[in-house]
């Protein structure tokens, strides 16, 4: 399991790369392809990258005949959920409705996207 480490931008690009490639992963050259796909990246920033993310915990790595194969630990879901909760910890204490106020209060969240927050909401009322 990933370790409770926070992640850098870099860090989640590269592993939201990963998840593009699939369930399977890929070797450090298809993860930088994916990459490029975002924005531009030095091959040795990819490979350092995925090489702490590796230590990290979020991604695997195996042996694929000659080949390196990386994959991630968990789905997007629940890398998001976790990576929210430890962000609304440190800067929130947990309180999601904080963060929700905060976003509302300088007035640089749309009409569009308050009605998203409010579907969601109703859908995780009727989940319960």
Known sequence: MPTHEPLTPTQ??????????????GTAPAIWQ???KVREL?????LTQVQRLQRKGWLKRRARGSAVVFRAVCDRSTAEGRLARRFLADFFAGSAAGFVKSLL?????DRK???RLRAAIDDA???R
């Open 42 to 46: 030095a091959r040795t920033t990819v």
């Open 113 to 115: 996207e308050i009605e």
């Open 12 to 25: 989640l690009e590269i592993l939201q790369a990963v998840w593009e490639l699939g369930p399977d992963g």
């Open 34 to 36: 994916q990459a490029q």
């Open 105 to 109: 209060g300088d007035g640089r969240i």
């Open 125 to 127: 009322e009727q989940g």
